[in-house]
């Protein structure tokens, strides 16, 4: 399968909603937030989602997006550690590398950005996640809590040596 990795810019915050709801449609157990809540975001939200962070949307040959991924530099940590967020691939494209090349994307995007770590947490029951993130060589750091979701769901932090 042929996939375009798309940088997000403001005008397209249309294919950010879809891709975004879609993935919370789909796989709500593994986000942060509720499809409820970002349905009801306005185009204003939105656009200010891609402008704050950078964010990137595999599209397959038809244009239609089939993976989303972003980055932050998450409140409290390290100034050169870069976050992932969001990363999420169709399910009908998944074990065909959409997922390696969106993580491959942040890579890149926060080397050069000039970080040194590269970190993400993710729900210890989303195994394939998990399996991903090992496979492209984060590693465990035993940093643990509660994620603020319903029902409650331990999170882990991975990180990422960049340098």
């Known amino acids: 399968m042929l996939v375009l990795i798309h ?95 969106l993580l491959d994307t942040v890579r890149q995007a926060a080397l050069d950005d000039g970080a040194r770590t590269l970190s993400l947490w993710v729900v210890d029951e989303n195994h394939p996640a998990v399996d991903l993130y090992v496979r492209a060589g984060y590693a465990r750091t035993g940093e643990r809590h509660e994620a603020q979701r319903e029902p409650p769901k331990i999170e882990e932090r991975y990180v990422l040596e960049l340098r």
Do not use: C
């Open 7 to 101: 940088r997000v810019v403001e005008d397209d915050w249309r294919l950010m909603q879809e891709v975004r709801l879609r993935a919370l449609r789909e796989d709500p157990e593994v986000f942060g937030s509720s499809l409820q809540r970002e349905e009801r975001f306005r185009e204003s939200h939105w656009r200010m989602r891609t402008r704050s962070s950078p964010s990137w949307i595999a599209l397959d040959e038809q244009g239609t997006g089939r993976g989303i991924v972003g980055m932050i530099l998450e409140p409290g940590s390290p100034e050169d550690d870069r976050h992932v967020v969001s990363l999420w691939v169709a399910p009908e494209v998944r074990r065909r590398g959409v997922g390696w090349t």
